[in-house]
């Protein structure tokens, strides 16, 4: 297994396959924790409610990070990047991975904004990173969210919507995006390849 | 800063792209798979492919033309047009769309949104609203505008909102097709009363219209078809106009 896909039987996992398959990459989606071990990188999907990550449980939880610690590469889209985090006030009572500090809160905008943030935002660079490589500077890239993610020392890249956020986080040999880049049309799919690079592949 | 979108809409039936005016005399216009790839290549921020006729003749969405379509896409797809259970929501959604969009359904299954919001998120739930102006309200109509709903759009849009809905594509039946502007006063009364965002749908003709549906009319999206299937207006010149008369707008780089 090159690339794992983890489904938790939310989100739309064919426009993430498809993204990645337009750049030569198929993505497999293993169907128990211990099959993760054969996986070079990992793709973390989703859309939808925090309260969904639930559905893995703590076998895929240990699973995932274990394979994290050993050394794998990890990309977090949307959901699957806030799922990164601590926790997120959406769904209180459920845990993140905890591979990245801070809790995701809900956007409070206020009007003429509106929230869910739904549309092509562009980004605020802090620092270079490798997955945004050959992505334009001024690129918009494609958003739809409520809750987002806290801009701290592991933020690579932020969007304002009322207030700034994080819309890429990178730690060591951990990603994720808050937008979607399956859906940022070429932009979204440098970045897609150049995850795949990173998984050395 | 957000960009104001600007989304093509596709009225398929049977597999080809239609159009009529107010709703009626529907006419063929092209191959949706071939329209697609042009808006892309204009630099499209999003495709809604409308099957037109479904809810009148008990007919899918078609899921053989979405995949088509969403085949060399990377950009949201949302599926509307007889989406009324589940099923129907899981099996667009399969075939390649990221939102449905559901407009008679809302009305016979109070719970439809709801049920939608959860599984998927509210991300992917677009109520559709077709609005006719009839002694000075807007009247709200299902069915592909063959059903008076009952309910006037803007208490409609608020409780979509309360039920789960993650956007409203709001559709003027009086301007539809018309090409005389889009309704920007319905469009501005419905997004200054919701907190979600409001695609305001029906009567683009020319550049300026889309520029006064998103100052007056404080859309946040616009949709349109014929405009851009007859190609009189590239997608690339309208948002060139736009960004010239200071509006955020996706140029491509």
């Known amino acids: 297994m090159r ?21 030569g990459v198929d993505l497999e989606s293993p169907d128990a924790p211990n099959a993760l071990d054969r996986a070079r990188g990992i793709v973390v999907p989703g859309v939808g409610h925090f309260s969904a990550t639930a559905a893995l449980g703590e076998q895929w939880r240990q699973a995932i990070v274990g394979r994290v610690n050993a050394g794998v590469p990890l990309l977090g889209i949307c959901l699957g990047m806030q799922w990164l985090f601590d926790g997120s006030t959406e769904a209180e009572d459920v ?11 809900r956007l409070e905008a206020a009007p003429p904004l509106k929230v869910p943030h739904a549309g092509w935002n562009t980004l605020v660079h802090l620092r270079a990173s490798a997955l945004m490589a050959g ?42 995006v808050q937008f979607h880049p399956e859906k940022s049309s070429a932009a979204g799919l440098r970045i897609l390849r150049n995850f795949a690079d990173l998984v050395n592949l | 800063m957000l960009a104001r979108r600007i989304i093509a809409c596709l009225d398929v039936r049977d597999g080809s792209v239609v159009k009529g005016v107010n709703f009626q005399n529907l006419q063929k216009a092209g191959d949706p798979v ?38 060399e896409l ?14 129907d929501a899981g099996a667009v959604i399969d075939a390649g769309a990221d939102k449905v969009s559901v ?3 809302a009305f016979t299954d109070p719970g439809f949104l709801t049920r939608l919001a959860k599984r998927y998120g509210t991300q992917a739930v677009i109520l559709a609203i077709d609005a006719k102006r009839i002694d000075g309200h807007w009247q709200v109509f299902g069915r592909s505008g063959s059903w008076p709903a009952g309910r006037t759009a803007v208490e409609w849009a608020r409780e979509a909102e309360s039920r789960g809905a993650g956007e409203i594509l709001l559709t003027s039946m009086d301007r539809d ?9 319905l469009t501005a009364a ?53 960004a010239g008369n200071g509006l955020p707008v996706r140029l491509p780089c």
């Open chain 1, 3 to 23: 690339i794992a896909l983890i489904d938790y039987g939310a989100g739309n996992l064919a426009s993430v396959r498809k993204g990645f398959a337009a750049v």
């Open chain 1, 95 to 105: 845990m993140g991975l905890g591979l990245i500090e801070g809790t995701c809160t």
């Open chain 1, 135 to 176: 992505v334009a500077p001024e690129a918009h890239v494609y958003f739809t969210h409520s809750f987002a993610a806290p801009v701290n020392v592991d933020c690579a890249a932020t969007a304002t919507h009322g207030r700034s956020f994080a819309a890429s986080v990178e730690r060591d040999h951990i990603w994720g």
């Open chain 2, 34 to 71: 071939a329209l697609a790839q042009r808006y892309n290549e204009e630099g499209i921020d999003e495709l809604v492919i409308l099957d037109v006729t479904a809810t009148l003749e008990a007919r899918r969405a078609l899921e053989m033309t979405i995949r088509e379509v969403g085949k």
């Open chain 2, 74 to 87: 990377f950009i949201p797809l949302t599926v509307g047009g007889g989406i009324r259970s589940d099923g």
């Open chain 2, 103 to 105: 407009n008679t359904a």
């Open chain 2, 177 to 185: 097709g018309t090409r005389a502007g889009f309704d920007c006063e």
């Open chain 2, 190 to 242: 419905v997004a200054s009363a919701v907190a979600i965002p409001v695609i305001a749908s029906g009567g683009a003709g020319t550049f300026d219209h889309f520029l006064q549906v998103f100052t007056e009319g404080r859309a946040d999206a616009a949709l349109a078809a014929s405009v851009f299937h007859r190609s009189e207006h590239g997608v690339s010149d309208l948002k060139t106009y736009l």
